[in-house]
């Protein structure tokens, strides 16, 4: 039979754990959010990738910073960071130096958006 302090400190015990346990598992689901995605398929491999506001010209960051290698391989996802639902204009720096540029994309928070070599248009080199 336990005494009344081992009973006590056996309840700490139990609380903090399970305290810690709720601790750990919503913070895997605070991480398990879905992210916004780049899907490459146009062929070859994107050493920078911007996105602007449809029909203009201001750039956001370079999305390829969010990759391990700063690129997308034809066929990969890139996580695509601080890009709000929406339609955008998209830039693409090949790693053969050529530039293309993609319009009228559509990006939803948490979904995937892929661009085609179909869809490129005014290229610097022939894709």
Request: charged share 30%; glycine share 6%; with cysteine.
């Amino acid at each position: 039979m336990l005494g009344k302090r081992a009973k006590s400190s056996t309840r700490a015990i139990l609380a903090i754990s399970s305290f810690a346990c709720a601790a750990v598992f919503f913070a895997a689901f605070a991480h398990a959010a879905p992210r916004t995605k780049f899907w490459n398929i146009t062929g070859d491999t994107v050493v920078k990738f911007e996105l602007a506001p449809a029909g203009t010209t201001n750039w956001g960051p370079d999305q390829c910073k969010n990759d391990s290698d700063d690129s997308v391989d034809d066929d990969e996802r890139l996580t695509i960071k601080d890009v709000a639902t929406g339609t955008y204009d998209a830039r693409l720096s090949y790693k053969d130096g050529g530039i293309c540029f993609a319009k009228s994309v559509k990006v939803v928070e948490g979904k995937i958006f892929s661009i085609e070599k179909k869809e490129l248009i005014d290229c610097t080199k022939p894709r």
